[in-house]
């Protein structure tokens, strides 16, 4: 009977261990800026994303990762980026992009810090744009575009500067200039203005000199026929009634 007894305890051990064992998220080790087991970014997308991980590493402390899987089994996909960064024991700088392609889904997950820097409006106009590309299955492209829009804000909003030149396939990608300070736009805007209508407001007072002088010009000339008219007038008159008197 007592070995009855344990051998059903024991049973019940395994049985239990093992629904413990399967209810557990199992998480991939990270295989560097991309962990791409879905297989679908290329070479040069996954060489370019890890140089770009270590420039915004110099401007922000701050590393970007990439992780591709086909399913999660039922699982949500933000709670698995959620928790596959904290088990990675990512920093508040950093940024995880998972794709699920298998499932058609993806979530993106922020540190602390990078949260403030791309607020949920930014976040959903960014992830909005990513959407359209994945859906698409152009993996690369959507990924190079997310990451590099994501880049720039976070160096942004350290006042820093990002060149993307040479990256996916790209001559240079302009950033986006860091935010200016009150008296550098008041410096900017005076400048513009004058650019505007200093130039104006010098050819105005041109066009006005130039219609004084021709105004000048008329009078003397209206001065000039009224004499004459005077003259023809009157001095030629008498002139005639002399003669006449003659």
């Keep these: 009977m007592r070995k009855l007894t344990a051998l059903f305890l024991a049973c ?34 996954e060489k370019d994303l890890a140089a770009l991980s270590t420039l915004l590493e110099k401007e922000t402390k701050g590393h970007f990762y990439v992780v591709t899987r086909h399913f999660l089994g039922g699982k949500e996909t933000s709670l698995y980026a959620q928790g596959l960064f904290d088990h990675w024991q990512l920093g508040e700088n950093d940024g995880l992009l998972l794709m699920v392609v298998g499932e058609e889904r993806f979530a993106l997950f922020l540190g602390e810090n990078a949260q403030k820097a791309l607020p949920g409006e930014s976040r959903t106009a960014l992830l909005g744009a990513f959407r359209t590309a ?18 720039n804000t976070l160096s942004h909003a350290q006042g820093k500067a990002i060149s993307l030149a040479g990256l996916f396939g790209q001559e240079e990608i302009k950033a986006t200039p860091a935010p200016q300070t009150w008296e550098q736009i008041r410096q900017d805007m005076s400048g513009l203005w004058q650019d505007m209508f200093g130039e104006v407001t010098k050819e105005a007072e041109e066009w006005k000199e130039e219609q004084n002088r021709e105004e000048v010009k008329s009078n003397w000339k209206t001065v000039l026929i009224w004499g004459l008219v005077i003259y023809f007038l009157f001095f030629r008159k008498k002139k005639r009634k002399k003669k006449r008197r003659r």
């Excluded at 994945?134 to 880049?151: F, K, P, V």
């Design 12 to 45: 019940l051990l395994l049985v239990c261990s093992l629904f413990s064992a399967q209810g557990e998220i199992q998480y991939p080790a990270a295989q560097g800026t991309v962990t791409d087991l879905a297989g679908v970014l290329s070479d040069e997308t």
């Design 134 to 151: 994945y859906l698409n299955r152009e993996y690369d492209q959507a990924t190079a575009a997310l990451a590099s829009s994501l880049a």
